[in-house]
């Protein structure tokens, strides 16, 4: 059976709903622009991040952070400061993003310097609190880690079968009858055990059931 990480319960997560999400705000005459974005790996995470870049030349900073995996997940990070003191920006950004409870999700905060210092507590509350924002306005989905199995059935019990499916969220992907009925399903992974247990009631035992 798939493995679900320890911290994705039950395999599923928020992620972001849309390409890209943007917050503004001025703090102290610097004005501060936060964008997100869905990064599901780190290739993509790092187009995004120069994407926004070259979408801001002229600013004096693109400071940024991704998590390009499940929440909390350290195995797929990147940060940087851009030019700021260093530990002020790209390390509160990428906390506020593992804390956040959103997975494969990169961000870069953009400033245009104002000429007011905010000195290094200042510039920490100010990056991590653009991410917070931005992340507080942001439309979410979720991810579902998913998972394939293959099972052969009696005949007689194929209709109570199909109206197992839709409470544990399962589609057919492919059928074929030969002597018995076999079918390729595809379903959340956390319902898998779920399904196997009701189709052996079903059957009586008469049944093959694998992942694939």
Known sequence: MPEVPPDTPNGRYDIPAEPEHSVLETIKRSRFICTVAHAPDMESARDFVARTKARYPDA???????????????????????????????????????HSGVGEVACVVTRYFGGTKLGTGGLVRAYSGMVSMALETMPRAQHVRTADVEAVIPYDAITLFKRLLPEHEARILHEQFDVDASFSLRLPASNVSRLETALQELTNGNLLFSTE
């Open 60 to 98: 004096t900073h693109n400071c940024w952070a991704f998590v390009a995996g499940p929440p909390g997940d350290t195995a797929r990070i990147g940060m940087s400061d851009d030019g700021e003191p260093h530990g002020t920006a790209g390390r509160p950004m990428l906390n506020v993003l593992l």
